[in-house]
């Protein structure tokens, strides 16, 4: 799944995950299984993390080897997060081979959709659970339902730290629309309105996907 930050890719994915029974895996998860394992995989990734660095192509793909097409890995999934670009994405290509992907999905949001969305996340200080207080405010402004901690927007979360996230995404990751378009597995939904809209826009088109694989 891949689209812009705040294009509802996690949303749309878990929602994805419950109604086809797969995992939802996100690059942000492998790389906290990683470090739980504690292997030389996990502690290189925790070494990048902990630097505040960009784990390299190589240590991501390695992760998300290890976590999506390992011993014991699950044998459909939601991928969320990765390949963020086309090194990524023929990575990817080559671990699902033969089968390969039933379909990539681009939620296409417009730029001033995702800087609103993003621009209203608060985040608990205390347990990290996370509201939108346009379409998941909590029920008391400013504290969080789960354990009463003050909310806060994340300093990534302002539109400046937004609009520089937007641009590394145009130079590195957009291009793979075009990549996976000439893959012919692409489709691209509209991921402009409520949550509830964008899930069966995005479930009508894995079922277009699918039906098309079994033909």
């Known amino acids: 799944m891949i689209g812009r930050q705040g294009s509802g890719k996690g949303t749309q994915a878990e929602r994805l995950s419950a109604t086809y029974g ?10 906290r299984a990683a470090v739980k394992d504690g292997n030389e995989l996990g502690r290189a990734v925790q070494g990048y993390l902990q630097r505040g660095e960009l784990v390299p192509d190589d240590v991501v793909t390695a992760v998300i080897k290890e976590h999506v097409f390992g011993p014991g890995a699950p044998e459909g999934f939601v991928l969320d ?11 990817l290509a080559t671990m699902a081979a033969p089968r390969g992907l039933d379909v990539v999905l681009d939620l296409e949001a417009p730029v001033e959709e995702v800087l609103r969305r993003l621009s209203a996340r608060r985040v608990c200080s205390r347990c990290g659970a996370t509201y939108n207080l346009l ?5 008391q402004p400013g504290t969080c339902d789960v354990c009463g ?6 300093e990534d979360d302002t539109e400046q730290a937004i609009r520089r996230r937007l641009e590394l995404y145009e130079s590195e990751t957009a291009p793979l629309i ?11 939904v509209d991921a402009t309105g409520g949550p509830d809209d964008v899930a069966r826009r995005v479930e009508a088109a894995v079922e277009a996907a699918l039906d098309g694989r079994a033909a």
């Open 149 to 154: 901690g003050a909310l806060y927007q994340r």
């Open 135 to 139: 379409s998941g405010p909590p029920k």
């Open 178 to 188: 075009n990549w996976y378009r000439e893959h012919r597995c692409l489709m691209t």
């Open 81 to 91: 997060g990765y390949p963020r670009n086309i090194a990524q994405a023929e990575a």
């Open 22 to 31: 797969v995992p939802h895996v996100s690059t942000g998860e492998a790389f």
